[in-house]
């Protein structure tokens, strides 16, 4: 149905976790795929470069095939968000201009996470013409409604498992356990009779 998507990603992860399954299958359909990272910083973390997040990132996109001039960065810093939201919407905006995507896929409204909620919002006043689609990361929600899936096939998930495999400076985080990614792409995927799938909550739709 989309012909052209546009992923918003807060950090350099995030639109892996919650959509890598449906990038993996948008790409193999031959859709044009955009990821757009908000907070590509140094990395402080002994034992790793302070480029090393722009690194994984781009490791991570070509496993899932997103060409690297679809791969756009900034630099806003964690956890502060929310003190730059007119320069994010800007930035919102031009994409919208520059891609005209015909849908975007972006973090929950109801996200706890300060940096996570901020993209949402500013996201929905951006896209506010568009489809907009909401994806899940549960660590990071309370409640979380489930009413879209994206069927997804086993080689989906292995490329999103292989995709969040190249941020080895998040491996420390539990949400990135791969039986977890698995656990939770297949209770999706028996939502619908699948095999697996991943959920979103439907923010806006549009139909031509």
Known sequence: MFSKILVLAPH???GELGCGGTIARFVEEKAEVWY????VVKVTREGFPEDALKQELDKAMKV???PDEHVLTYGYE???FSYHRQEILDDLLKLRRDISPDIV?????ADLHQDHKTMAEEGRRAYKKDTILAYEEPWNNIS??????????EQHVQKKLDALACYGTQQYRTYL????IRGLARTRGTQIEKDYAEAFEVVRWVMD
Do not use: H, I, K, Y
């Not at 757009?36 to 907070?39: D, M």
């Open 12 to 14: 350099t992860d995030d």
């Open 36 to 39: 757009a990272a908000f907070s």
């Open 64 to 66: 899932l095939g997103v």
């Open 78 to 80: 964690v956890r502060q």
């Open 105 to 109: 896929l972006m973090p929950s409204l």
């Open 144 to 153: 979380f409604n489930t009413v879209c899936f994206v069927p997804l096939d």
């Open 177 to 180: 356990n791969p039986e977890f």
